[in-house]
């Protein structure tokens, strides 16, 4: 099938008619705006039928469908509130996972093992590092994917640190680039914001503020934790 406009001939796939719209799929290569007789031809140059495109009030090429109506074509604009809505949650998405993911850490015998940092990880690290808190010199627990083995008190601090570090940052990160979304006045620039990007200005400076003052918090509390141990 195909259709012929003057002597110029285009394949297309089968195309759909009604009293308001005439549609040909899979037109490629046409050159727009369309004018004159439009002959929707069988493949052994039978004529279909005629349209003549100066009938029609709209015409339009997209994505290689060629459409004759008489509707005009409703362009629809995201509310700017939406859009930095659904960027803020992909946003938030990220962050979660890439806490969930974990990380490597270095124990004190110098071997690296992998933790995640789920929300159930999150609440066994938590018991144990209150355990340790409370007087425990070790405790059981287990590396991604790995068996469980007993864990120095040194090494649950460590794993219970570093994670919770990590968390503290990422969520920190997550939302000073949603308050950096929430001032942007362009839908192109909200949706051109990814995770990972360099934070700038007042975003940077509160973000390293928090940071900082988060790790001075949690070395008061780890400090009050070796003296514990140390007894």
Sequence with gaps: MYIKIGEAQYPCGKPTF???TLRWPNVEGLATPVSGVIETCRNDGF???EDDSEEWAYQYYEDNVLVLTNVEKVII???IEDVKNTKNTELSNVCNQLIYDGMDIT??????????YTLQDQANISEMFTAVMAGATQYPYHADDESCEIYSAQDIITIYSTLSGMKTAQITYQNQLKQYV???ESIEDIQAVTYGQELT???LETYNTLVNEAKSQLQVILSKVAMALSE
């Design 182 to 184: 929430k001032s942007l």
């Design 107 to 116: 124990l004190s015998d110098s071997s690296t093992k992998h933790f995640t």
């Design 47 to 49: 004529v279909m039928r």
């Design 18 to 20: 009604s009293s308001t």
């Design 77 to 79: 604009t995201p509310n």
């Design 201 to 203: 200005g007042q975003y």
